[in-house]
């Protein structure tokens, strides 16, 4: 009998210990899923806000690829009306996911199914001749021959241009999930990103303050476009595209034979191609060699983030609404420096002018989107992991260095075969791998090695 071990509470984390419970095999399944176990909401479905979407359609949302039942019928039980093609709450996809674990926790209970939930936080985790021992925050130490690191969003870190004056003045929001329920009352409220986790705080922050003066500012100052009330037809020609794209050298290649496609078919929505890529998006990333990929990160991951993660058209139109009532104002600006006590001081640089300004907010809230230098990171887990040598990071600082499969790289090079990441750690090396339709696949291959008796190399991502 083999221990298996999960290590995140998170969507991740739980699509992965959802799907080994079905597989009828002896391993006995750890999920280390901290104080909210066994909700597996993790920080994208904990929000109780309603006008919180999601940004996939309901038909496209899902915890596991052998569902038990999919999320556009839940969600249809849930409440009336809704249909397959809306962009629903965040919060019901997160009651939909817990729900799906308890099936699958009774399932596997009726089948004396050995598993184990554990509502602690792992501080360490120590290779031995045995696999793996990992120590909780209680003291209790777990034994496992294969363990699966599903961390979810590292905690944000301040940016370098904020003084410790401004992050001790209160009025420096680092977590912009928890705003409204502080006791503010801002008159200017300015948002640092403009990316979709910026557009859900200046939307909250619209109604939870109605009166206040809302400012985003980004170094590109671009809000993320807009999905179309309906699904698009796909592209005839995606395959050939696709083909011709993954001849391409490097990101520059890559831009330019889009921008082709889109002068030769000026007739076609131009989401189509987008949306059309996502097979390959992972072989393009890998396609990149160091230089290429610093390339894209510096000239083309804004344009990419903006055009491939896009906004509900309900959120759009709410952010359109308060642009035209001039109750928010997007700047194209770099963040030169925060300083202050209250109000704070914002010096930005304008990036179509190179003109510097100053101006005050009440609050400023970080919202920069998804950090994964795990360098940096507060995580004693990582931290220690790091330390250790058990892993090392990206050389982006993009996750920790691992193979497509999700084993992990020590410092000496060597491929682990034990151990395993899953979603945002693994980023350097897979790019997208955090949206919920790239989890569920990644986590039923994920379970599908793990339960073979001498698991073997086997990508998480479509050929």
């Not at 790289?409 to 790019?431: K, P, T």
């Not at 793990?450 to 698991?455: F, K």
Request: hydrophobic letters at 40%; aromatic letters at 6%; proline letters at 5%.
């Amino acid at each position: 009998m083999t221990n298996l071990a999960i290590i995140g509470g998170g969507a991740a984390g739980a699509a992965v210990f959802g799907a080994l419970l079905a597989r009828d095999v002896d391993d006995t399944v750890h999920w280390v899923a901290g104080d909210a176990a066994p909700a597996g909401h993790g920080v994208a479905y904990s929000t109780q806000e309603e006008h919180h979407l999601l940004n996939v359609r309901a038909s496209g949302m899902g915890l596991y690829l052998d569902a038990d039942e999919d999320f556009a019928a839940f969600s249809a039980q849930q409440r009336a009306g809704a249909k397959p093609t809306d962009f629903l709450p965040r919060r019901l996809f997160g009651h939909y996911v817990e729900s799906q674990l308890r099936k699958r926790m009774h399932a596997a209970g009726q089948r004396q199914r050995d598993f184990r939930v554990h509502a602690r936080q792992a501080c360490s985790i120590r290779p031995t001749s045995q696999g793996y021992t990992i120590t909780l925050d209680d003291g209790t130490a777990l034994t496992a021959q294969r363990v699966v690191l599903a961390l979810g969003a590292l905690d944000a870190r301040p940016l370098r241009t904020v003084t410790a004056t401004a992050l001790d003045s209160g009025v420096y929001v680092m977590d912009p999930w928890t705003l409204t329920s502080q006791p503010l009352s801002p008159r200017r409220l300015t948002v640092i990103g403009t990316g979709l986790t910026a557009v859900d705080t200046l939307i909250s922050a619209s109604k939870r303050w109605p009166d206040a003066e809302l400012i985003a500012v980004s170094r590109h100052g671009l809000l993320p476009f807009t999905h179309p009330e309906l699904p698009i037809t796909p592209f005839p020609h995606q395959a050939e595209i696709n083909a011709s794209l993954l001849d391409c050298n490097g990101p520059a290649q890559v831009l330019a034979t889009i921008r082709g496609v889109f002068a030769a078919h000026q007739d076609i929505d131009w989401r189509s191609v987008i949306d059309g890529l996502r097979p390959i998006n992972a072989k393009l990333w890998q396609g990149f060699d160091a230089r290429q990929r610093r390339q894209f990160l510096r000239h083309v991951r804004w344009i990419w983030e903006s055009s491939r993660h896009r906004l509900a058209p309900e959120s759009a139109e709410t952010l359109q609404q308060l642009r035209d009532e001039g109750r928010l104002h997007i700047h194209s600006a770099r963040v030169l420096a925060v300083d202050g006590k209250g109000p704070l001081s914002i010096t930005l640089r304008s990036r179509a002018t190179q003109r510097i300004t100053r101006m005050e907010s009440d609050v400023v809230v970080q919202a920069t989107g998804l950090d994964t230098a795990v360098a940096f990171a507060k995580s004693p887990l990582l931290a220690k992991l790091l330390k250790s040598g058990l892993v090392v990071a990206d050389p982006l600082q993009l996750g920790l260095l691992a193979q497509a499969d999700g084993r992990l790289i020590g410092e000496n090079g060597d491929v682990h075969h034990s151990l395993y990441a899953i979603g945002s750690l693994l980023r350097g090396n897979l790019w997208e791998c955090t949206a919920m339709p790239e989890i569920r696949q990644a986590a039923d291959k994920l379970a599908t090695l793990l339960g073979t008796a001498h698991p073997e190399p086997s990508p998480l991502i479509n050929a």
